[in-house]
């Protein structure tokens, strides 16, 4: 799922996400409460109106913020007080709030309000900011009033397995549309995120969606789809493209590179993007220190396009029950995914 934290994925168009496969996008609660304001959303009629999205939309709570902010904002069992980044201004956030903002931006699926701890971190704090979520989901599903959006639980618990396994309990105790997990890929090394998803989702309903949230390399996204894994979102695609990077078969190539001068050659020749159709190699290199804002729209249509490709590989590969054989590459436990090592944190 493309990420769209103002209700746009950074530099590409609804109908460029249409081309490149996408069905569903993400937003950002916290953010958009800042600008526009909800209240905007809702008089545009709704966030697919007023970004002109007309697939599913899923809005992430503003627990993130929680965890990212974090020299920003003060938490108590309440809610959270955050200083905007914006104009210095104080906001209160609480699971009821986070639930009225969402249902007035009007996204298909919305996110309980979360503590997502940072690593590493003293256990006795994991646990902690853990119970406190699993409090506070429960705040969310009674303050929920939008029955047509479908509210999701988040697991949390940091790298402690134990504690992943106890907020699997507590929080599949509240019959949800969905369940995902968080506080990954916030620092922690790939090998522990594998641990984490392994030890969790078989924990997770099998009959309903399980989202990883913020996770999108090659690897990661195989390993936990082998673990049972359905939904990811992260913004690998568009920021690799920002720093002039395009994904090519599970390979970052740094399109400043001079290698790619004269190279008239498409990025990929097997790829049908609109990018991979037109364009050379060269002429993306060109753009790129001619620093032309086309060449991040051009690489990002790219990026999204190769993600999901790889993702409808993946499902292909499951329904003809060759999977483990066809990525059995990616499957291999390493210690990191060098292609985009360290933008993985989303």
């Known amino acids: 799922m493309p990420v769209g934290t103002l209700a746009n994925v950074k530099t590409v168009t609804p109908a460029h996400l249409l081309d490149a ?23 545009a009629g709704g966030l697919h109106r007023f970004m002109a999205w007309p697939g599913p939309i899923l809005t992430d709570s503003g627990g993130f913020q929680v965890f990212s902010l974090s020299e920003m904002r003060t938490i108590t069992d309440e809610g959270v ?3 905007s980044p914006r104009d210095g201004s104080m906001i209160y956030l609480t699971p009821e709030r986070s639930m009225e903002i969402q249902n007035q931006l009007g996204a298909d699926v919305i996110m309980a309000f979360d503590e997502c701890p940072p690593y590493p971190a003293d256990k006795t704090a994991v646990a902690a ?3 406190r979520t699993h409090r506070w989901l429960e705040r969310c599903v009674q303050a929920h009033r939008q029955p047509k959006q479908a509210l999701f639980g988040i697991v949390q618990g940091g790298v402690h397995l134990d504690l992943r396994q106890a907020s699997a309990r507590a929080v599949t105790t509240f019959d949800l549309p969905g369940y995902a997990i968080g506080g990954v890929s916030v620092g922690e090394p790939p090998e522990l995120i594998e641990k984490i998803v392994q030890a969790t989702t078989p924990l997770l309903p099998p009959d309903k969606p399980r989202y990883l949230m913020g996770v999108g390399t090659y690897r990661e996204m195989a390993q936990a789809i082998a673990a049972g ?3 990811f979102d992260c913004v690998i695609p568009t920021r690799l493209a920002r720093h002039g990077a395009a994904l090519v078969a599970g390979d970052r190539w740094n399109l400043k590179n001079s290698r790619f001068r004269e190279d008239f050659t498409p990025l990929d020749s097997e790829c049908p993007c609109y990018t991979c159709q ?4 060269a002429y993306l290199c060109h753009l790129i220190h001619a620093h032309e804002i086309l060449a991040f729209t051009l690489l990002s249509i790219h990026n999204i396009t190769e993600l999901i490709r790889f993702t409808q590989q993946i499902r292909a590969a499951i329904l003809g029950d060759r999977f483990t054989e066809e990525f059995a590459h990616w499957l291999q436990p390493v210690a990191g995914d060098p292609s985009v090592s360290g933008l993985s944190s989303c």
């Open 278 to 281: 037109n364009f050379t190699r």
């Open 21 to 43: 496969g996408a069905e569903m996008v993400l937003a950002n609660t916290y953010h958009l409460h800042l600008q526009p304001g909800e209240n905007i959303v809702a008089r």
């Open 81 to 83: 007080t955050f200083r």
């Open 129 to 131: 900011a853990t119970e």
């Open 229 to 231: 894994i359905d939904l």
